[in-house]
Each structure stands twice: as structure tokens, then as C-alpha cells.
């Protein structure tokens, strides 16, 4: 083809730059960091296919689409995706090779994570879609599909129950004598539903 | 959101969640930045949207194609008449310019020549030609084939698709830009032992063609006979073209250097921003030959016309042929790619056929330099082409081109 039609691959590339480590950065906690880069880079093989309707901002819309992406491997090999959410639970609750390590700012760092891992499998998505993926309401919202309103209330439901595990975490952590172990990954709950 | 049960002198429950973030989930110690560049090389080397142009920009290997298999537009209308021979652009020729030596050369002597031979041609024409230079919609229609080898292994046989597109691109403020493509559209066994072959396959509606993909290769369903037209708007507000990775208005096209070391300038910034090209010393060669070829098509001045043509020439690894046939039979310079590119069918070359009397793009072939075992079988060997757009009108019209009742939008 000559005389080239008007190109979108600036856009893109734009977005890809500013996202594609946020998005992997959201992959990495669903699946691990090996499935997170086959999701991160289907994410953007969808958002290339679909490159004349990228909403803006393009975040919360590339991070649904990670997230139909984990389900639909969710479906498709149940092995291979359990494989890779325990390693995502893994690194969500901190799992490290120095456990020995009891610096204040560790312990902190382990309760708010034993913390998070106590909770239902809904609440630590969405806490954690706006702790550590930096999102808003609204965005977080259209993540999960939901109105923003309705994300509001699990919010502050969501919060809530965190702030009682963290009085419990710590409480047991004030409570035992031993050195803080990394919290074990919660096996019962499952994928992003 | 603002937590109102904060005790005082204790942090934000989700302060505390965000500091508690692992390592491993931080985006900016996560990146492997190879992979990130590589992914993005891979991902961006399919053209979006559609399965035939999917197929022919994997074919070509071209960068950014929002859409392919669509107008192979042509030089200018207004590029005709051949006054002089011995024109020159003084200031645009570099002293020591190894090719220039040839510049006199007349094409057509059947010998390998260099673009310069009609160069002056189209100097000549830039001098003649402005009056024509400028109207509302850029038209251009454009004949396309594409060969494929489909069938199972032992009983191969080659279907082509052949559809015509016209695009006509506003200029002026207001105006939209159109492209209808898979006018005529047909799909058929490519010749009479092939239609032989598809009957002894149960003549199947639908055949299976290997096609190359971002990693290896894949199979589409490719629906035998006529098929329906699609219409697609094609500018984004006031950008009406892309040169390289950027998108351009009419102003952007009109403000073009018009010399070729400005020119050439123009795309080698263009080409240091385009992540996805390829990289070397002949794939640079091929993204500023197509990027050239691509500039003479659309509606600039006549005098980068001609000054894109003089990049071309003065590229490296550019090899400039007499005297060949275009795949309407129209004769022609041939001007062949510094690269060959694999595909399921065997090693490829892309080549331009430019008409050095008018300084017309008539054509955009890929022929096939060395045929796969699978292509043989389905009789296609070295020297076929295996896809090609040719361009049989270019010229300013008036009016918007009418969609067929039928397009698919």
C-alpha cells in the first residue's frame, strides 16, 4: 500500500510506554511474574487490535482487560493457572528468603500482609487495586466492572476489615515471643471472580 | 478517599497497604526491558483490524499498516509532461555524489539504471506542472492480488484474491477521507490445474491458507468467491496520512522540504522515532525507500515529488532495474528492496515499478526470490509474484467517491 493511512502506532506507543509496567506490575500480582509478561503482552495485543478506541485514560481499561485475560486462562488450563496464582500469592504476601530480617519497618510491612492475605479473595482485589496499583475509585471501578458507587461501599466495607486484621496481626505478632514469619498464602480462595 | 476513622496518630489503613506493596510488585523493578521492547516490536509488526490485512502486513513486514491490502496510490496526475531532459536542481546535489555520474543515463536502454534518468523527468515535470496541484479530495484506485497456497499436504493447490480499492483523501478543512476496499472482490483457484485440485478437495467454500504471524506461522479460513466491499473512514480529525510514525495533515504535507537532503533529513528523524522499525543498514534502507515511495503518492508538491524520488535513488542497497513490466503489463523502472523477508510460501522481495515518463508509482509487487517446498507444489516458483497493488487512477476530484450499498463498515 502507498500513500500510508493515518496511523495510530504513535498512540500506542505512547501508552504502551507509560503502562505496560503498571499493567505487568497488575499481572505479576495475579498470576506471577512469568504468566504476567504472556498476559501483559496479550493485554497490549489487544489494546494494538483495538488501537482506534483506546479509552483515555487507557490504565484501567488495559487492566480489565489483563483481568478477562487471567480469567479466560482461569478456564482454559485450571493447572497451569493455579501454578502461577500461588506464585502470585507468594510474592503478594511478601514470601522472602530472609525471614530473619525483624527491622520495624518489616514487621510493619508483614502484618499489613498477613493482614491482606487473611482477607476474602474480593477484598483483597480491590485494596489492592488501589494500594499498590494506584488506581481511584472510579478507575478501580471500571476495572471490576462495577458502578462507582457500588465500589464505594465495598471499599469502605473492604477497609474496614482490613484495619480489624491489622489489629490482629499485630496484636498476635505483640503477643508472641518468635520473629514474624512471612503469612502463609490463603490456598481456599481463588482466582479474581 | 478520606478515612474518617482514623485514630489519631495512626497512618491510613491503606498507606500502610500501599508501604507494604512487595518489592515484586513494583513497576519499575519488574520491567525487563528487553522483553518490554521486544513484545511491543512483535505486537506492532501486525497490523490491527481485519484478517486480510493482517496476512498482507505480515507478508510485508511493514511497520504500521492500520490497514493493508488497500490503495497502492500513485504520483500525481499533475507529474506529466516531459518537457526537458536536461533539467537540474543545482543546490540539491551533493558533490560527491557516486550515482550522479549515471544521472544522464536514459532509462529503457535495458540495463541496470539509477532513478536519475528520470529524475530530471521529474524536475521537469515539477516545473510544468503546478496547475494541477491542487483540488479537495486526493483520489486514487488501485487493482490488488494476492496468491496463497492452500489445501492439504500432497494435493496443495494456489488460490488468488484479487479486489479493487479506491480512497480518496479530503484536504481541505471539513472534508473526510474514504477508503473502500474489496470492490470486485474474488477469491479462485489461481489457474486451471488448481481449480482441479480444489474440485478433487470437494471444491471447499472455505480453504485454509498458512499464513506468517508475529511468532511463526498460523492458518486463516479464506472464503472462496465474491465478497462484499468495507468501507472505513480513514482520517483522524485533520491527520489525513502517516509518514513513518507520525500522523500528517494536508498543512504537514505541504510543508515538506523540498529538496532531497532536507528531505531525507525529514525521514531520518522520522525513522530515529519509529521504535518499530527495522534496524541495520538495509533495513533502514527499506523503511526510507518505503517511506519515500509512500511520500510520492500522496498529495505533496510536485517538487518533493521528485525530491523523494531522489532519495530513493541515492539509498543504499537500492537496486534500480530497466525496463520491467508491471503486473497490469505496464512498462517500467524496476525498484527492488534491500531485503528479502521470509514467508510460508518461501523468500520474498518487494519491488516498486515507477513509469520514468511521467514519474508515475505504478506498482508495489512482492515476488517471490526463492519458492518454499509448499509453494512448488502448488506451482508457484521463483519469480512469481505473489501479491501486488497497482494503481490505475490518481487524480484531485470534487466530489466524496459514493459507498456501494453493500460495504461493511
Given at each position: 500500500m ?14 504502551y510506554?507509560?503502562?505496560y ?12 511474574r512469568q504468566?504476567g ?7 497490549f495485543?489487544?489494546?494494538?487490535q483495538?488501537?482506534g478506541s483506546?479509552p483515555?485514560p487507557a490504565l484501567?481499561?488495559?487492566?480489565g482487560?489483563a483481568?478477562?485475560?487471567v480469567?479466560e486462562?482461569?478456564r482454559?488450563?485450571?493447572?497451569q493457572?493455579l501454578l502461577a496464582?500461588e ?6 504476601s ?6 530473619g530480617?525483624i ?5 510493619d510491612?508483614?502484618d499489613?500482609?498477613?493482614a491482606l492475605?487473611?482477607?476474602?479473595e474480593a477484598?483483597?482485589e480491590?485494596?489492592?487495586l488501589?494500594a499498590?496499583h494506584?488506581l481511584?475509585?472510579r478507575?478501580a471501578?471500571q476495572?471490576?466492572g462495577?458502578?462507582?458507587a ?7 466495607r473492604?477497609r474496614r476489615r482490613l484495619?480489624?486484621a491489622?489489629?490482629?496481626a ?5 503477643a508472641s515471643?518468635?520473629?514474624v ?9 481463588g482466582?479474581?471472580? | 478517599?478520606?478515612?474518617?476513622r ?9 498507606k500502610?497497604l500501599?508501604?507494604a506493596r512487595?518489592?515484586a510488585l513494583d513497576?519499575?523493578?519488574l ?7 521486544e513484545?511491543l516490536a512483535?505486537i506492532v509488526d501486525e497490523?490491527?483490524d481485519?484478517?486480510?490485512t493482517?496476512f498482507?502486513a505480515a507478508?510485508?513486514r511493514s ?6 491490502a488497500?490503495?497502492l496510490?500513485?504520483v ?5 509532461a516531459?518537457t526537458t531532459?536536461?533539467w537540474?536542481?543545482?543546490a540539491?546535489?551533493?558533490a560527491?555524489?557516486?550515482r550522479s555520474?549515471?544521472a544522464t543515463?536514459l532509462?529503457g536502454a535495458?540495463e541496470d539504471v539509477?532513478v536519475?534518468?528520470?529524475?530530471e523527468?521529474l524536475s521537469a515535470?515539477e516545473?510544468a506542472?503546478?496547475s494541477?496541484?491542487?483540488g ?6 488501485t487493482?490488488s492480488?494476492?496468491v ?8 496443495l493447490f ?8 479506491e480512497?480518496?483523501?479530503g484536504?481541505?478543512?471539513g472534508t473526510?477521507?474514504l477508503?473502500?476496499s474489496?470492490l470486485d472482490?474474488?477469491t479462485e ?5 488448481d481449480?482441479?485440485r ?5 471444491s471447499?467454500?472455505?480453504v ?6 508475529k511468532?511463526g506461522t498460523?492458518v486463516i479460513?479464506y472464503?472462496?468467491?465474491t465478497?462484499?466491499?468495507?468501507v ?5 480529525n485533520?491527520k489525513?496520512y502517516?509518514v513513518?510514525?507520525r ?5 504537514d504535507l505541504?510543508a ?9 533529513s525529514y525521514?531520518e528523524?522520522?525513522?530515529a522515532?519509529?521504535?518499530?522499525a527495522?534496524?541495520?543498514t538495509?533495513g533502514?534502507?527499506?523503511?526510507m ?7 510520492v503518492?500522496m498529495?505533496?508538491k510536485?517538487?518533493?515529488?521528485a ?5 530513493m535513488a ?7 532495474t530497466?525496463r520491467v ?7 517500467g523502472?524496476g525498484?527492488?528492496f534491500?531485503?528479502?523477508y ?10 516498486l515499478?515507477v513509469?520514468p ?10 515476488v517471490?526470490?526463492k519458492a518454499?517446498a509448499r ?5 508457484l516458483d521463483a519469480?512469481?509474484?505473489?501479491n501486488?497493488e497497482?494503481t490505475?487512477?490518481m487524480?484531485w ?8 450499498k453493500?460495504a461493511?463498515?
Open positions: 502507498r500513500g500510508r493511512r493515518v496511523t495510530h502506532a504513535q498512540r500506542f506507543r505512547d501508552v510506554e507509560e503502562c509496567p503498571r499493567v505487568l506490575a497488575y499481572a505479576t500480582s495475579l498470576v506471577g504468566t509478561e504472556d498476559i501483559t503482552s496479550e493485554t495485543t489487544v489494546a494494538w483495538r488501537v483506546i483515555r484501567p481499561w488495559l487492566l482487560v483481568r478477562n485475560l480469567r486462562l482461569r482454559r488450563d485450571a493447572h493457572y496464582a506464585e502470585a500469592q507468594r510474592i503478594s511478601g514470601a522472602r528468603t530472609d525471614v530480617d527491622a520495624s519497618e518489616v514487621t510491612r508483614h499489613a500482609l498477613q492475605a487473611s482477607l476474602p477484598d483483597r480491590l485494596l489492592t488501589i499498590w494506584g481511584g475509585a478507575e471501578a476495572v471490576l462495577c458502578t462507582t457500588t465500589l464505594t461501599v465495598r471499599l469502605y473492604a484495619e480489624k491489622l489489629e490482629t499485630s496484636a498476635s505478632r505483640t515471643a518468635s520473629p514469619e512471612a503469612p502463609h498464602p490463603t490456598r481456599h480462595e482466582a479474581p471472580a | 478517599m478520606k478515612n474518617t482514623n485514630r489519631p496518630g495512626r497512618p491510613d489503613v491503606m500502610v500501599a508501604d512487595p518489592d513497576p519499575s523493578l520491567v525487563d526491558p528487553t522483553r518490554q521492547r513484545d512483535r497490523a490491527p481485519g484478517r486480510v493482517r498482507l507478508r510485508r511497520g504500521f499498516r492500520p490497514l493493508g488497500v490503495a496510490a500513485a500525481a496526475a499533475s507529474a506529466v516531459v531532459l536536461d537540474r536542481e543545482p540539491d546535489r551533493p560527491a555524489q557516486p555520474s549515471a543515463e532509462p535495458g539509477h536519475d534518468g528520470h529524475l523527468l515535470a516545473q506542472a503546478n494541477a496541484d491542487q479537495t479530495y486526493w483520489q486514487t484506485t487493482r492480488e494476492n496463497d497456497v492452500a489445501g492439504e499436504q500432497g494435493r494456489a488460490v488468488r484474491s484479487t479486489s479493487t480499492s480512497w480518496s483523501v484536504v481541505r478543512p473526510g477521507s477508503m473502500v474489496g472482490s474474488l483457484p489461481r489457474t486451471a490445474a481449480k482441479a480444489w474440485r478433487a478437495a470437494g471447499p467454500g472455505t485454509r491458507v498458512e499464513v506468517a504471524k511468532a498460523g479460513g472464503p472462496m468467491g465478497g462484499r466491499p468495507m472505513m473512514k480513514t482520517n483522524l485533520d489525513i502517516a513513518g510514525p500522523n500528517v495533515s494536508y498543512k505541504r515538506l522540504p523540498s529538496t532531497s537532503g532536507e528531505l531525507r525521514l528523524r522520522a525513522y522515532t519509529d521504535n518499530g527495522e534496524s541495520g538495509s533502514r534502507s527499506a523503511w525507500l518505503r517511506q519515500a515511495a509512500d511520500l503518492t498529495p505533496v510536485p517538487a518533493v515529488r525530491a523523494a524520488y531522489r532519495v541515492d539509498l543504499p542497497g537500492v537496486r534500480v530497466g513490466s508491471d503486473p497490469l503489463g505496464r512498462e523502472v525498484v527492488d534491500p531485503v528479502a521470509p514467508t510460508p510460501l518461501g523468500t520474498t522481495r518487494e519491488r515499478v513509469d515518463s511521467t514519474g508515475a508509482m505504478l506498482s508495489d509487487q512482492v517471490l526470490v518454499s509453494a512448488k507444489e502448488a506451482g519469480g512469481t509474484t505473489v501486488y497497482a490505475t487512477r487524480n476530484g470534487e466530489r466524496q467517491i459514493a459507498v456501494p453493500n461493511r463498515s
